[in-house]
């Protein structure tokens, strides 16, 4: 007699407030990160205009990030930091895949 497997499919979806989270907290870790461009609410995660937006594409996660740098940090070298971590930190913390992460600079804070 044969031995049938049976394997049970299960799905996890992940909350697109859980990624913004992840992203935020990815974001305001890397240096030269003054603050995001505007805040996180309730309302903002509804009508998808706060600084952090998540476009999912299946599973597949595109993010697009606001940020205000410090005023004497390199602006394309805070950017392309942010890409990794939040990149990274997403990938690892949800096990969603992100595509890309766009990041735009609002804004330079100077002490």
Same mark, same amino acid.
């Given at each position: ?55 999912? %594409?299946?599973? =597949? #996660?595109?993010?697009?990030? /606001?940020?205000? &740098?410090? !005023? ?20 690892? %913390?949800?096990? =969603? #895949?992100?595509?890309?992460? /766009?990041?735009? &600079?609002? !804004?330079?804070?100077?002490?």
């Amino acid at each position: 007699m044969d031995d049938v497997k049976k394997t049970a499919v299960s799905r996890l979806k992940i909350s697109e407030d859980v990624i913004i989270t992840v992203a935020k907290l990815a974001t305001l870790d890397v240096k030269g990160v003054a603050s995001l461009g505007g805040e996180i609410n309730k309302m903002s995660k509804l009508k998808n205009n706060g600084p952090i937006k998540i476009s999912m %594409m299946g599973d =597949v #996660a595109a993010i697009d990030i /606001n940020i205000k &740098i410090k !005023g004497s940090e390199k602006a394309s070298a805070v950017a392309q930091e942010v890409q990794s971590a939040v990149k990274e930190n997403v990938q690892n %913390m949800t096990g =969603v #895949a992100v595509a890309r992460v /766009n990041v735009a &600079i609002v !804004g330079a804070v100077f002490d």
